[in-house]
């Protein structure tokens, strides 16, 4: 062993760094392909290979081979990836168009669920429209029947004003083509024929009255339909149609009785006024009585006609009442639906 201050100092130096005299077989980071040596130049390779076995490291190489056997042994503990400029501008690109693409799909996503909030609020405002719409359509369907009904009534009531004018003109006929029997004065024949006559005139005006007032109501129909369409409430004008159609109703009532009241006195008058000079009294005061009962059982049908209206109203009105509590419970019950719904 040479003992050599040199040969210490290289000794000292290795141990301080952390090295020792013995070669690593560390791995290189990049591997070398070897080249096949050619024969031509075997015999000039055996100097450089003499030569190596007979090299002695100095101090610098040891510690230069000790750190590097460190940082080979510390980069493989801690691998890292090394990229270029290039590469680096690229990942940093496509970075930032990932995140642009990231923020267009989250703008969508919102775009779509606020949609979805407007059309849940759209669906909620048409369903409370179809109920309102179903709701008019059945009170127009009601009021419909409630008007065949009445049609129904009024043709029946023609029909049987008809057939009983054609009996009276029929007996009108015969009574005229008859001879006269036992003696009857012409005057009663002509004052029967003229009561005849008053009767089918006052049958005609009553069916002129009743076609003017079919005419009223239809007209008043209309006008309710329009007023429905231009956003009035239907208990108002339900209530306002039953009090215009009672106080027309009793407004003709009086009408009739005032006519029958100006027919009596006119038919009293000329009955006085024929009665003197022919003597025939008996059945004059007879008929007139006859006209008198009938007369009075007439004011009794108008009055029971005027109770039942009476009734009618009555009842209508309470189930006009009954439909405000069940519109009143059916809104109420739309609010509560339309509540959870917007809490949902």
Known sequence: ????????????????????????????????????????????????????????????????????????????????????????????????????????????????????????????????????????????????????????????????????????????????????????????????????DLFAAAKAAALEQRALELEQRNSDLLGQIETLKGGAKPDDLNRMTAHKAWKDTVSDLEARLKAKDSELARLRGTSVSSAVPLGGTAPEWHRIDAIHEEHASYREKVGGRMQALRSEKEALQREVHRKDDETHALEVKIQSLQRRLTAG
Request: aromatic share 4%.
């Open 1 to 196: 062993m040479d003992n050599s201050p040199d040969g210490d100092d290289t000794h000292s130096r290795a141990s301080t760094l952390g090295g020792d005299d013995h070669e690593f077989q560390f791995p290189e980071k990049t591997p070398t392909m070897l080249r096949p040596l050619k024969p031509a130049k075997a015999a000039d390779d055996e100097k450089p290979s003499l030569d190596h076995s007979s090299h002695v490291p100095g101090p610098l190489e040891s510690q230069l081979a000790a750190l590097m056997s460190k940082l080979i042994f510390i980069e493989q503990k801690n691998p890292t990836v090394s990229v270029t400029p290039d590469e680096y501008k690229a990942m940093s690109a496509r970075v930032h168009a990932l995140e642009a693409e990231k923020a267009a799909w989250t703008k969508r996503h919102e775009a779509i669920w606020a949609l979805r909030d407007e059309d849940v609020d759209n669906n909620i405002k048409i369903r409370g429209l179809l109920a309102k719409t179903r709701r008019d359509l059945e009170s127009m369907t009601a009021l419909r029947d409630a008007d065949l009904e009445n049609l129904q009534i009024v043709r029946g009531k023609l029909c049987d004003s008809t057939r009983q004018l054609e009996r009276l003109q029929t007996q009108n006929i015969n009574g005229r083509t008859s001879p006269a029997r036992g003696g009857r004065p012409g005057s009663i024949v002509m004052e029967r024929r003229g009561t005849m």
